[in-house]
């Protein structure tokens, strides 16, 4: 099986949110994401099973680390 070069097409850990090229189109990494608090980190990983994999992997990849941050907070308050 081929996949395209680019470190958002390669498998950069075990997380179970982020699988393989089948699964997703991007692979994060929670050492890609040093900004993000453990509780936080956890959160995404919760708000992935509401809005999907690929929504928080795109959020992940394009948004501030402010926005981020934003965004774990937000979902935090609203559980």
């Given amino acids: ?22 699964e997703s189109a991007t692979y994060i990494a929670r050492a890609d994401c040093p900004h993000l608090s453990d509780p936080e980190w956890e959160a995404l990983q ?6 999907g994999e690929a929504a928080i992997a795109t959020m992940l990849r394009t ?4 926005e981020q941050h934003g965004v774990a907070l937000g979902f935090i308050v609203k559980e």
Avoid: H, K
Wanted: proline share 12%; glycine share 10%; aromatic share 10%.
């Fill in 63 to 66: 948004f501030s680390p402010t």
């Fill in 46 to 51: 919760r708000l992935a099973t509401v809005i």
């Fill in 1 to 22: 099986m081929e996949y395209e070069l680019g470190a958002e097409n390669q498998p950069m850990d075990g997380n179970p949110f982020m699988r393989g090229p089948s």
